[in-house]
């Protein structure tokens, strides 16, 4: 496929990829939409090469639902304080702790095998991934609580 800066660009915006990843994308893709699930084959392959850094960082997220009758407390970790200061970072863990309030998962395991409730294509192990990628470093969901009245 031949690319086009215009191209690049709105890939770019819609994924956050590095431009070098864009350009790759697109070449070796058909169309635009094959170069978002090369950017995604992509980022998951990088992420698991950083499976096994490391991570000292991070922050705990809440979310309290709109009734005040669920709440959920989420500890995620980084590599860096850098990256867990990061509002996408604090992003990530209240799009979490959301998903935790509405899907009620058992444990860790159970709910990173959960549809994402906000694009049922992707899991929430797919967007941890898509988001170390992104970071460039490793992030786990070390343990979360739910409570409902």
């Known amino acids: 496929m031949k690319t086009s800066v215009e191209e690049i660009k709105k890939l770019r915006e819609e994924t956050?990829?590095?431009?070098?990843?864009?350009?790759?994308?697109l070449e070796e893709s058909k169309d635009y939409k094959g170069a978002i699930a090369w950017l995604r084959k992509h980022g998951i392959?990088?992420?698991?090469?950083?499976?096994?850094?490391?991570?000292?960082?991070?922050?705990?997220g809440s979310y309290i639902h709109q009734n005040g009758k669920v709440g959920v407390l989420i500890s995620i970790l980084c590599e860096t304080d850098f990256v867990a200061r990061t509002?996408?970072?604090?992003?990530?863990a209240h799009e979490i702790?959301?998903?935790?309030?509405?899907?009620?998962?058992?444990?860790?395991?159970?709910?990173?095998k959960q549809e994402?409730?906000?694009?049922?294509?992707?899991?929430?192990?797919?967007?941890?991934?898509?988001?170390?990628?992104?970071f460039g470093e490793n992030i786990v969901i070390k343990e979360f609580c739910r409570f409902e009245i």
């Open 16 to 25: 956050q990829a590095s431009i070098a990843d864009c350009r790759k994308a």
């Open 87 to 92: 509002d996408e970072f604090k992003n990530l």
């Open 45 to 60: 392959e990088k992420a698991e090469k950083k499976a096994e850094r490391k991570t000292g960082a991070g922050l705990v």
């Open 116 to 134: 994402y409730i906000r694009d049922n294509s992707r899991t929430i192990h797919d967007l941890i991934k898509e988001m170390i990628s992104k």
């Open 97 to 112: 702790a959301m998903q935790i309030a509405a899907m009620e998962p058992k444990n860790v395991e159970a709910l990173l």
